[in-house]
């Protein structure tokens, strides 16, 4: 499978930003898929992600202001961002995983996109 994010960007705090991902190829190789992010200096982590079963998860410090979403039949997730804040800046990836085992581990997703960049601005 192929993962491509389009979205990111600048924008201030409070603002909101709406990234997108397509996932192309061998989809029925797919059973979750997530979002994550990396900051300058810091470990991937996991942002939101919808496990095999279709449940979503998010990570504590987005709860209440991000959404993870999909249109199946267009093979779209998205991932809207509300009341961004300074610390939300990081390069953020689409990423799919064969079994969803640990949705919370980066290894346990065989495919990623290239990642685009958010940046909040206080």
């Known amino acids: 499978a192929q993962l491509e994010e389009f979205g990111g960007g600048l924008v201030q705090a409070g603002g909101s930003l709406r990234l997108s991902c397509r996932v192309s190829?061998?989809?029925?190789?797919?059973?979750?898929v997530g979002w994550f992010r990396q900051a300058s200096g810091k470990q991937r982590e996991l942002v939101a992600a919808?496990?095999?079963?279709?449940?979503?998860k998010y990570a504590d410090s987005v709860k209440g202001r991000f959404i993870i979403d999909r249109v199946n039949s267009k093979n779209l997730v998205w991932l809207q961002m509300n009341s961004l804040k300074p610390e939300d800046t990081a390069v953020y990836y689409c990423?799919?995983?064969?079994?969803?085992?640990?949705?919370?581990?980066?290894?346990?997703?065989?495919?990623w996109g290239q990642g685009t960049q958010v940046t909040v601005s206080a």
């Open positions: 919808f496990s095999p079963g279709g449940s979503t």
């Open positions: 990423a799919a995983s064969k079994w969803g085992a640990n949705l919370k581990s980066s290894t346990d997703y065989e495919y």
């Open positions: 190829g061998n989809i029925f190789q797919v059973n979750a």
